[in-house]
């Protein structure tokens, strides 16, 4: 079973940067395409941030991150990292990578289905 184990969590201030790593292993890994981020603020639903194809590269972001965030991978390593720049505090969440079978457009929940445990991201002065 693909695992996942994400890590990097921490608190910032307001244009500070954050790097989170999203460690994969396990047996049906290499059916798992997509590698996505997503976050959940309080008393929020849970939404998607990004994501990457694990082959080709392929990403996609939301819109509320694009041009601040950058997601990468390390296929040798079978770790996907999301650098996050110029947090802000509505970034606030608790972040969460998970897997699902390909990277297309902004991540959907529904789309999948192996996650890990999240990371507390919290922006503030």
């Known amino acids: 079973e693909v695992q996942l184990q994400a890590s990097g969590g921490g608190l910032v201030q307001p244009g500070g940067s954050l790097r989170l790593s999203c460690a994969a292993s396990?047996?049906?890994?290499?059916?798992?395409?997509?590698i996505g981020w997503f976050r959940q603020a309080p008393g929020k639903e849970r939404e998607g941030v990004s994501c990457?194809?694990?082959?080709?590269?392929?990403?996609a972001y939301a819109d509320s991150v694009k041009g601040r965030f950058v997601i990468s991978r390390d296929n040798s390593k079978n770790t996907v990292t999301l650098q996050m720049n110029n947090l802000k505090p509505e970034d606030t969440a608790v972040y969460y990578c998970?897997?699902?079978?390909?990277?297309?457009?902004?991540?959907?929940?529904?789309?999948?289905?192996?996650w890990g445990q999240g990371t507390l991201v919290t922006v503030s002065s």
């Open positions: 998970a897997a699902g079978i390909y990277c297309i457009g902004v991540p959907d929940i529904k789309e999948y289905d192996i």
């Open positions: 396990g047996p049906g890994l290499d059916f798992k395409f997509g």
């Open positions: 990457i194809h694990r082959t080709d590269g392929s990403t």
